[in-house]
């Protein structure tokens, strides 16, 4: 199980950090995402970190913005997210699975309910 939280609303310019607790299934071996998803569009991908949380990947649109962490002690992983755009705003979702790192939704096995982030301008 996976369970989203801190989204709510914000101005643009501000910070922003989403938590994602795991339970129920071997966290510090799972390669763990992030991905959004806004009004009438499709689910995309926002970041991406290793087991080990020693490789990350983002999509070009967070780049420099947005930073995915994880604490395997604590079964959690974050996203930073800094200078936030009304464009980011979206349900955010974590998902997990094995490896390799994927940007692709459908790889993911495991999914939280979501939080959602609004960016008013």
């Known amino acids: 199980q996976l369970v989203e939280s801190g989204g709510r609303l914000v101005q643009a310019g501000d910070s922003l950090r989403l938590s994602c607790v795991a339970s129920g299934l071997p966290f510090s071996t799972f390669v763990m995402g992030w991905f959004r998803q806004a009004p009438g569009k499709e689910r995309e991908f926002v970041a991406a970190?290793?087991?080990?949380?020693?490789?990350?990947v983002y999509a070009n649109s967070v780049k420099g913005r947005f930073t995915i962490s994880r604490e395997n002690a604590e079964t959690t992983v974050y996203l930073q997210m800094n200078s936030l755009k009304p464009e980011d705003t979206a349900v955010y979702y974590c998902?997990?699975?094995?490896?390799?790192?994927?940007?692709?939704?459908?790889?993911?096995?495991?999914w939280g309910q979501g939080t959602l982030v609004t960016v008013s301008s």
């Open positions: 998902g997990a699975k094995v490896l390799p790192i994927s940007t692709r939704p459908r790889d993911y096995d495991y």
């Open positions: 970190i290793s087991w080990r949380g020693d490789n990350a």
